[in-house]
């Protein structure tokens, strides 16, 4: 059993910066295959970043590639998501998921067995 529980978003303005935080509990989340989605009012949830199991590697939607930053920390059990240059179009409620059985990084939200519960970020203009 995983549990995970997103932190850090929250009202900031275009150009600002932001840390989002994912505490995952039971295993290391190091055994899995970690990813932030997000979800706009009246869109599908959308991947955003992905961290490979051991953190060897990292892939990014087009849309944040250059702005935003996945990373873990082992000792905290701990996977982030540094936010930078932010958009209004980044608006929406972001999650993280864990997927424990799978054999490479997805990009679909039915491969991830485990998400915790959201945290909304709100870019202003």
């Known amino acids: 059993q995983v549990q995970l529980v997103e932190s850090g978003g929250g009202l900031v303005q275009a150009g600002d910066s932001l840390r989002l935080s994912c505490a995952a509990s039971?295993?290391?989340?190091?055994?899995?295959?970690m990813a932030w989605f997000r979800q706009a009012p009246g869109t599908e949830r959308e991947f955003v970043a992905g961290l490979t199991r051991g953190g060897k590697s990292t892939v990014y939607a087009e849309s944040v590639k250059g702005r935003f930053a996945i990373s873990g920390d082992n000792a905290k059990n701990t996977v982030y998501l540094q936010m930078s240059n932010l958009k209004p179009e980044d608006t929406a409620v972001y999650y993280c998921?864990?997927?424990?059985?799978?054999?490479?990084?997805?990009?679909?939200?039915?491969?991830?067995?485990?998400w915790g519960q959201g945290t909304q970020v709100t870019v202003s203009s």
């Open positions: 039971g295993r290391t989340f190091s055994s899995y295959h």
């Open positions: 998921a864990a997927d424990v059985n799978g054999s490479g990084l997805k990009y679909y939200t039915a491969a991830y067995e485990y």
